[in-house]
């Protein structure tokens, strides 16, 4: 009896000082509704399995995906199973029709069972978000218990984008595929991938080989800002269409579609260095060395250059299956078409404005495009001229060019320069921070925008298709750099992209925040410390 009696006040006591670790809901982004309900906790252990529905290629791969990630923050490996065994504790991704919403989830927590249901994948795939991030990173053997919830969510915008910018500096494809996987850690569904600029042809077109050979290359950079310092160093490097295939492979199964920016018909500058005959002047062209706007753009008084670009867009959407390809269409002077023979006789031919030529372009390759089933998205620019209405502009001048567009009918993507730049410092004080462009976007500015505000008509916000922010990379020069800019200020955007706008607290999103920043001290993520102040002061104390 006293050997029982014994025996019970140990299990007590060790029940009672067990110090286990519990999830926590209230993730980035803040899901709409968080309800607790009752009965006990879910343990999570190796005796618990992740069971997917069916035979659904997707649903495994987000299984595999979700057994990878409790793996990693816990310690913990979950084995993948198509069947539930009913005595065995199980996290269940399922499919429900009922379930309103392409992206939307549920996710139901009891002591046996995690059900994380959509009505498609993508929608499963966010729940597995949700529940990643709300795991608390913790030592191995560390117990982990998951309270009783019902969790509803759903996005507020459809299109989630993040921009990184392989122009101006190269990044490499290993380097992609993190970044892609950054976007999805913060429920993002769009990559925009810059692949030409002036200073460099980043993407292989078979039909025209120098646009790689020659266009890729630089032969210096100037360094700082534009000084009269050029560093002579050559600089390049360019994906085949093989590796573009792998980054679009890779981001669809996070369930993140890849738009790929062929800039037209200004920021051609490499291109005309490859092929000088498609210039206004015949060149000779060199790949730019400086940052900012070049005159020299192709000449559209010529037929030949429409071919050029045709067949050029031909094999970017055979690479990308994206539905909308990014023409670009920012910064083009004019001066060049204003001084070129062939460019004035077009103007005068089809009795338009010089100023009116670059729609006429636009006009053509989107209705080339169109044809192929697919749409345009282009810079709020070309708003300039008379563009078709199923041209999607994207607003980055500001959000009042987004509202212009959205008035007239245009679907909009408000990335405004003033909030969503994050090649923009993050801090006033610069002096110990990296190079950038310049401005001052901190994170607390970036949370403040509203990119569908009361004031637009409804009939308008029903174009605004979502937001994006964009990384440009003129003084971003390695992976690492490129991580700082963007964190921790994209989880700032998550929440402009999918958290209602009564739902959102700034001073709560940094107490979530906080935690947040544990999981990228987890994943060994390169991030800027200014919303910890006493975090960031130490750190330059030790200095």
């Not at 120098?210 to 600089?235: C, E, F, W």
């Not at 402009?496 to 920043?517: G, L, N």
């Amino acid at each position: 009896m006293r050997k029982k009696l014994f025996m019970m006040m140990v299990f007590c006591t060790t029940l009672f000082t067990t110090n286990a670790a519990e999830a926590d809901y209230n993730v980035i982004p803040l899901p709409q509704s968080i309800a607790a309900a009752k009965g006990a906790p879910f343990k999570l252990d190796a005796s618990a399995c992740i069971v997917y529905a069916g035979a659904d290629i997707q649903m495994k791969q987000n299984a595999g995906f979700l057994s990878e990630y409790v793996e990693k923050i816990t310690g913990v490996k979950l084995n993948v199973v198509d069947k539930k065994n009913k005595k065995t504790p199980a996290v269940v991704l399922t499919i429900d029709s009922k379930i309103k919403g392409k992206e939307a989830y549920r996710i139901q927590v009891s002591n046996q069972t995690i059900t994380i249901s959509g009505s498609t994948a993508a929608g499963v795939f966010y729940g597995i978000q949700t529940l990643r991030k709300a795991l608390p990173v913790v030592a191995p053997g560390e117990e982990v218990l998951l309270p009783a919830v019902v969790i509803n969510d759903q996005p507020r915008f459809g299109y989630r984008g993040m921009h990184l910018d392989c122009a101006r500096h190269f990044f490499p494809i290993d380097f992609v595929k993190k970044y892609i996987d950054i976007l999805a850690l913060h429920n993002m569904n769009v990559f925009h991938w810059h692949l030409t600029d002036d200073q460099g042809w980043r993407l292989e077109i078979k039909k025209y080989p120098k646009l790689t050979q020659i266009g890729s290359m630089r032969s210096g950079t100037v360094m700082g800002h534009n000084s009269d310092v050029d560093d002579a160093i050559p600089y390049g490097g360019f994906y085949t269409q093989e590796q573009a295939r792998e980054i679009v492979e890779y981001a669809r199964m996070r369930h993140i579609t890849v738009i790929p920016e062929i800039d037209l018909p200004g920021h051609t500058r490499a291109a005309l260095a490859a092929y000088p005959e498609y210039g206004c002047t015949g060149g000779p062209y060199e790949v730019g060395h400086t940052w900012g706007v070049y005159f020299d753009v192709l000449c559209l008084g010529q037929e030949k250059t429409y071919r050029l670009v045709l067949d050029i867009l031909d094999e970017v959407l055979d690479i990308f299956p994206s539905e909308y390809i990014h023409i670009g269409g920012d910064e083009t002077p004019t001066r060049r078409w204003s001084e070129c023979p062939r460019c004035q006789k077009l103007a005068t031919d089809r009795n338009i404005p010089m100023k009116k030529i670059q729609a006429y372009f636009t006009n053509r390759i989107e209705k080339h495009v169109n044809e192929k089933g697919r749409r345009i998205i282009g810079w709020d620019e070309i708003l300039g001229g008379d563009i078709n209405q199923s041209a999607t502009i994207m607003s980055w001048t500001g959000i009042e060019p987004g509202e212009k567009a959205a008035r007239l009918g245009h679907d909009v993507i408000m990335t405004p320069s003033s909030h969503l730049y994050f090649d923009h410092y993050q801090t006033q004080s610069t002096g110990s921070e990296p190079m950038a462009i310049g401005g001052y976007s901190p994170i607390e500015k970036v949370y403040g925008l509203d990119p569908a505000p009361d004031t637009l008509p409804e009939s308008s916000r029903t174009h605004i298709l979502g937001v994006q922010a964009n990384l440009w990379t003129e003084y971003i020069t390695c992976p690492n750099q490129a991580e700082y800019m963007v964190m921790p200020r994209m989880a700032a955007l998550a929440e402009i992209q999918w958290t209602p706008t009564a739902k959102k607290d700034f001073e709560q999103f940094k107490s979530r925040m906080t935690r947040f920043a544990k999981l990228y001290d987890h994943y060994g993520y390169v991030y800027a410390w200014h919303l910890w102040p006493e975090r960031y002061n130490h750190n330059r104390s030790e200095w």
